[in-house]
Nanobody
Framework: QVRLVESGGGSVQSGGSLRLSCVAS????????MAWFRQAPGKEREGVAA???????SYADSEKGRFTISQDNAENTLYLQMNSLKPEDTAMYYC??????????????????WGQGTQVTVSA
């Protein structure tokens, strides 16, 4: 059983920064593919960033240069540093994990395990 718990969300003004964390309750965290997704009201869940077990990262085009995904294998923790936040970044942010690789690593269908989400609200 994989349990993912996100934290770090909150309300910030446009241009501000937040750092999200996701703690994974697994015995072999280093063997998981991890990602961050977000979902705004009335919209589909979309991939934000992904990281593989070798530390290679991928980002959605709109987040490149503003968001940074990283992980601490010793702490079983995934991070998302978000800078230069915009009102359109407002959404519930979810952490996701899976043991198996998918070429669609920014698609929700690539992950079986999900956290409960943490809300990010960016005001103009």
């Amino acid at each position: 059983q994989v349990r993912l718990v996100e934290s770090g969300g909150g309300s910030v003004q446009s241009g501000g920064s937040l750092r999200l964390s996701c703690v994974a309750s697994v015995s072999t965290y280093s063997r998981y593919y991890m990602a961050w997704f977000r979902q705004a009201p009335g919209k589909e869940r979309e991939g934000v960033a992904a990281i593989d077990m070798n530390g290679r990262t991928s980002y959605a085009d709109s987040e490149k240069g503003r968001f940074t995904i990283s992980q601490d294998n010793a702490e079983n923790t995934l991070y998302l540093q978000m800078n230069s936040l915009k009102p359109e970044d407002t959404a519930m942010y979810y952490c996701a994990a899976d043991r198996y690789y998918s070429s669609s690593y920014l698609s929700p269908t690539a992950y079986r395990y999900w956290g409960q989400g943490t809300q990010v609200t960016v005001s103009a």
